[in-house]
């Protein structure tokens, strides 16, 4: 068994729910793992291939399924490459190496020369921007635009887990309580695809373990590094991370930072399809 499960039944639940969504991915594509010296990676690929290229990176306790809404608008303008990374809950290698370590930007050099890609624009959420984030800052001549959606690794860290830790004695309602704290109310009138997903992401946070480890933070001079086009879009109610010095550090540190801050949202950040769509197009 996994040491990122809880159990192998739970593995395997999540793992055929997956596939599940993976099926009915909204655009052709092909879906196809690379060999990588952290292990296999997974990757779904998709949109015209003469098109710029589009990385993407998701969050923690997720995977490639989470860009399914925004790959049926992208996949029309760019090759987008869902790439799952290690250590989460799809169908790359389990392995967690140190965050503070060059071992994810060894990764993604491995996964960049797999697909071909001499340079890309990277859009990564959470945990996923934290990685993106990172990897421009160490290999900025690779990357044409970097997109953030409440990336970690920027501002400062929350002690969300001192507020949450009562809720895990509590079942599925503390559950339950945890994701509405860090993913916002679910909508009052759920399409049957928000609610297939919701069901999904319960599912994985009921069999998976997430990272507990507190996230490193990029230093100033390598913030200024990020010399490429930059977007960032912040959440002011996120609970997991200071988004108002995520503000201040990239206004302060990186030369030309779009920044876009939504007061009153929270770490899962709806809607954003068509500005990042823009930024990259632009």
């Given amino acids: 068994m996994s040491a990122i499960y809880k159990s192998e039944a739970g593995r395997a639940a999540v793992e055929a729910r997956t596939r599940e969504f993976l099926a009915r991915w909204p655009v052709p594509n092909r879906q196809f793992h690379l060999p990588t010296r952290a292990g296999d990676t997974f990757v779904v690929a ?12 998701h969050g923690s306790g ?40 060059d071992a994810y930007a060894e990764w993604l050099d491995d996964v960049l020369a797999g697909l071909s890609l001499s340079r890309t624009a990277l859009v990564g959420i959470s945990l996923g921007g934290l990685l993106a984030a990172d990897y421009a800052t160490r290999r900025p001549e690779r990357i044409e635009k970097l997109a953030l959606l409440c990336p970690g690794g920027i501002g400062r860290q929350k002690n969300f887990l001192l507020k949450a830790f009562p ?17 916002g109310r679910a909508p009052q009138n759920p399409t ?34 990020l010399t490429m086009p930059v977007l960032a879009i ?6 997991l991370l200071d988004s108002a010095d995520t503000r201040r550090r990239l206004e302060t540190h990186v030369p030309r930072p779009e920044i876009v801050y939504l007061p009153q949202e929270g770490h899962l950040l709806r809607g954003q399809t068509a500005a990042i769509a823009a930024f990259l197009a632009r």
């Fill in 62 to 101: 997720a995977n490639s399924v989470m860009w399914i809404g925004d790959a049926a608008v992208w996949a029309g303008q760019f090759r987008l490459y869902a790439v799952d990374m290690i250590g989460e809950p799809g169908f790359s290698a389990p392995v967690r190496p140190p965050l503070n370590s």
């Fill in 234 to 239: 912040l959440g002011g109610k996120d609970v």
């Fill in 192 to 225: 049957p695809a928000e609610r297939a997903m919701g069901d999904y992401v319960s599912l994985i946070f009921r069999h998976f373990r997430p990272r507990l480890e507190r996230l490193p933070r990029i230093g100033d001079a390598a913030l200024a590094r």
């Fill in 167 to 183: 809720l895990l004695f509590l079942g599925s309602w503390g559950r339950h309580k945890m994701a509405e704290m860090v993913l």
């Fill in 46 to 57: 998709c949109g015209p291939e003469n098109s710029r290229p589009v990385v993407l990176l």
